[in-house]
């Protein structure tokens, strides 16, 4: 059963996309929103699996509000015809479904779904996730503005956190853009065995690190697969080599 | 080009011959003779003179001269002049030598003949050439000045087609979606949906082929569109009207105030989480007919979003009244945004 939550600002679109779940047996909607603020207050306190989600909301936007969770479910976006929205697709191939809602895309965007969801339970992931809800895991996803352009990248891809006020950079691929959240409060909620807090700047991926090499003062210098160096502080090293050595 | 070619020929045979006349009319004033060998040696030069103009001609379109600048063409052009002299010179000495050994040779010196038939063609080539380029010189700026005006009317016309009424395919597939949840809802609701959803895409098809229509019929179609996006927002939208009634026969550019509407509510009231009012007003003022929309929001302060309909809807008004119509919007407080428009009396 995949639990799921309807967002849009509009009465008569979240009936119409009921009516057409009704031929889902597995999809069960747990709850309905009409702006992204409810929208993000009951997918805190429900945890869904799947939203679907209007791009065209008062107040903030589809994108807007992803960008304000922590981890982003599995997401299917609804809109109608919008140049600037559909530009976020082209260059991602996220998946959405434009309205009025063509009954046989809408079960292609369920079957796709349903592919990822058995990938991800040859991994044995999900499990581990009920253990610790506000833990996020590796393979937990986050959605990612940067301008035009949007990603949802899977934590373990991430191999870089970077401080930039109260702003974090992530790097993966060949990406950088900027996360509203703190380094501080990113700590707290990733796996301390992947997520290594490097120096007061830095987190790093473990599963990343390309070299390990001596630095001054007793500290390391990690390369990562994309080439950054990052400086261990004295401190941290003693910590990293007792990891290590587990 | 055949026009033009008809044209060369009327005027450099018409020349040519005008040219012939004067000589004889001199020689017969001054009372000299107009014999036998003086009729010979002036053929041979209008002759002559047309064959050497003309090929000079040739060359000069075949170089494409007529398109240089003018301090580039000087400089070849009295080169050219020079060559197309001598040219003209030893054809007709030769000639002449030809038709009349005898006498030719024994008046003067070979050389100071070949000088004087040289100055002499001078005196013909030049206004000639002179002339050609005049001619050609006139008919260029004319042809210019009509391609100008074809093209500011074209451009007119374009700009006028590209203005009117872009109907927001974002509204259209969001009615189509509410319609379909309807149909089950509530069927007859579904069914004068579909009749405003028709009404405002005939109109807006329609406007392709009219610059002006009556205000009333564009009140009409303002009304189907607010209706369908009220099943749209619902109790979100809210929508106040107040026309006067003598205004409904005035004239107004078709789809303009469906325009102003249009960004009322995809700027202002779909911005609301909790909707908001939208207010049109139609009236007669002094000597133009005013129309305003004021929808709850905010104007964007970046305001190149909807800069393509706020421009638009300007310069419409521009080229269909001129100086005579107006057009501006702003804030009237915090929650309001006002657009007015005066349209000139008919």
């Known amino acids: ?246 | 080009m055949q026009k033009t070619s008809t044209y060369y020929w009327w005027l450099q045979i018409g020349g040519w011959g005008m040219l012939a006349l004067i000589m004889i009319l001199i020689n017969v004033l001054f009372g000299q003779r107009v014999d036998q060998q003086f009729l010979i040696s002036l053929s041979l030069k209008v002759l002559v003179g047309i064959f050497t103009t003309h090929l000079f001609r040739i060359y000069i379109h075949r170089a494409g001269w007529l398109q240089l600048p003018v301090e580039k063409v000087w400089p070849r052009i009295a080169l050219g002049i020079l060559i197309v002299c001598l040219l003209d010179t030893i054809i007709r000495i030769s000639f002449m030598n030809w038709l009349d050994p005898a006498n030719s040779n024994k008046k003067l010196e070979f050389s100071t003949r070949f000088l004087l038939a040289t100055v002499e063609n001078g005196l013909y080539i030049i206004p000639w050439t002179l002339i050609y380029y005049f001619f050609h010189y006139i008919e260029k700026s004319r042809k210019q000045q009509l391609d100008t005006l074809k093209l500011e009317a074209l451009v007119k016309e374009l700009e006028l087609k590209t203005i009117k009424s872009h109907i927001n395919p974002h509204f259209i597939f969001n009615a189509l979606n509410s319609i379909r949840a309807l149909i089950d809802e509530n069927p007859l609701r579904a069914r004068t949906a579909i009749t405003e959803l028709s009404n405002i895409l005939r109109s807006s098809m329609q406007t392709e082929k009219q610059e002006t229509v009556f205000f009333e019929k564009e009140l009409n179609i303002v009304k189907d569109y607010l209706a369908l996006e009220h099943i749209r927002f619902e109790d979100r939208l809210n929508v106040q009207y107040d026309i006067a009634e003598n205004t409904l026969t005035q004239m107004v550019p078709p789809m303009m105030l469906q325009t102003l509407v249009e960004n009322a509510i995809k700027h202002g009231i779909s911005k609301q989480v909790r909707g908001g009012t939208v207010t049109i007003i139609s009236r007669m003022k002094d000597r133009y007919h005013q129309l305003v929309i004021r929808n709850t929001g905010r104007l964007s302060k970046t305001g190149n979003e909807d800069g393509f309909g706020l421009i638009s809807t300007r310069n419409r008004l521009y080229l269909l009244f001129g100086e005579q119509a107006n057009f501006h919007i702003r804030e009237i407080n915090e929650n309001m945004v006002e657009a007015e428009l005066h349209i000139p009396l008919a």
Not at chain 1, 134 to 150: A, T, W, Y
Request: aromatic content about 8%; glycine content about 4%; hydrophobic content about 40%.
């Open chain 1, 1 to 246: 059963m995949i639990r799921a939550i309807i967002i849009d600002d509009e009465r008569l679109a979240r009936n119409e996309l009921k009516k057409l779940l009704q031929e889902f047996p597995d999809i069960e909607i747990i709850a309905e929103a009409a702006n992204a603020n409810e929208g993000i207050e009951k997918i805190d306190s429900l945890n869904p699996d799947l939203i679907f989600l209007d791009i065209q909301m008062p107040g903030k936007t589809g994108f807007d509000m992803l960008t304000e969770l922590d981890k982003a479910p599995d997401v299917i976006f609804t809109t109608a015809y919008d140049d600037y929205a559909l530009k976020a697709f082209e260059v991602n191939a996220l998946d959405y479904l434009v309205k009025p809602i063509e009954p046989r895309r809408l079960a292609d965007a369920l079957q796709k779904l349903h592919l990822e969801e058995s990938r991800d339970r040859e991994t044995g992931t999900e499990d581990e996730i009920a253990v610790n809800k506000s833990l996020l895991h590796e393979n937990d996803q986050v959605f990612v503005k940067d301008g035009e352009r949007c990603w949802f990248v899977k934590l373990a891809d991430i191999r870089l956190f970077e401080s930039v006020g109260n702003y974090a950079k992530i790097y993966f691929g060949s990406n950088k853009p900027l996360i509203l959240k703190s380094l501080n409060a990113l700590e707290e909620r990733l796996d301390e065995k992947v997520f290594f807090r490097a120096n007061r700047k830095h987190i790093v991926n473990l599963r990343l690190i390309e070299k390990i090499e001596p630095y001054f003062n007793g500290g390391l210098l990690l390369e990562l697969k994309g080439g950054e160096k990052i400086e261990v502080s004295r401190r941290q090293t003693v910590k990293f080599k007792e990891m290590m050595s587990l």
